[in-house]
């Protein structure tokens, strides 16, 4: 079983949603990456992503881009990210690891090798929302080799797909998502779903777009589970994430910022804690 599943297994069973993190990646030996990543899993992160930079930034909101600046610049390679995904699965066996990126690095690199360089560094999944899955029928190939590997693509739903009008090509995406989806799903809690969004769903609207999207899962006996992403940076909206009924949620440009205006490390674990305080269910 994949570790992602594992996990949410073990959280249901607990009565915890998971926080979900982000690590930008530093210059090898990696280590202000290491340093982040180990306060985050002692304060409570359940699932990680090392960002992998891309070389088309504005696809990204503000925070990872200047995150994703600084290491590109001073010639960091794509390569570099697998070795500290790498030294990541050494440190924690346990822990599921994802890799964060745009489809630009999966064709520079080349497919064949991405795979390769994933399966090396025992990585459970893949959050590359600009690969087009269901646009062109996954006519890359990308989205069946992870599965044939037992890695998850963790696939992006808005909130105009997650409530479409049932017969409208929107729908007709969504059920298709619903039926293939595994590990788990991003519900936007924003529109255009870009990080670092201060424009964010109602609880109401965002509830709405969980359980319509949960009940298309349980039609189709899919066990896959539901994340909410962007917008989310406090205890606040923790809360509304376990009021929509989700099972976990990201949170990543939120403390990357506090890190970029000088906070301690110290620091980011007392907010990272504040907000895993509000991911245990009654």
Known sequence: MNRIDKTFKNLKKSKEIAF????????????????????????????????????????EGPVLQKAAKKPRLNGIKREHVFELASVLRKKYPYLPL?????????FTIGQDKFMELSLKADVDGFDIPNYPIYHNNDELGF???????????????????????????????????VK???GFLFVM????????????LSTEDLKGAVDRVKTLLEKENNTCTISVV???????DV???????????????????KLQMGESLESIGKYIKSIKKETYLS
């Open 189 to 200: 809690n924003a529109p255009g779903g870009k990080s670092g969004s201060k424009d964010t």
């Open 20 to 59: 979900i993190g982000l690590v930008p990646a530093s210059l090898p030996p990696f280590t202000s990456s290491i340093e982040l990543a180990d306060t985050m899993i002692e304060s409570g992160t359940n699932i990680l992503m090392v960002h992998l930079p891309n070389f088309i930034p504005w696809m």
């Open 143 to 177: 989205y069946e080799k992870a599965k044939e590997n037992n890695l998850h693509c963790i696939i992006p739903v808005s909130y105009e797909v997650a409530t479409s009008k049932e017969g409208s090509r929107e729908y007709d995406m969504l059920l298709k998502i």
């Open 239 to 257: 809360k509304k994430v376990v009021a929509a009924g989700a099972h976990s949620f990201m949170i990543g440009s939120a403390y990357v910022k």
């Open 98 to 106: 994802l890799i964060m990126t745009l489809y630009d690095s999966v």
């Open 180 to 182: 293939n989806a595994g």
């Open 230 to 236: 962007c917008g989310i940076s406090s205890p606040k």
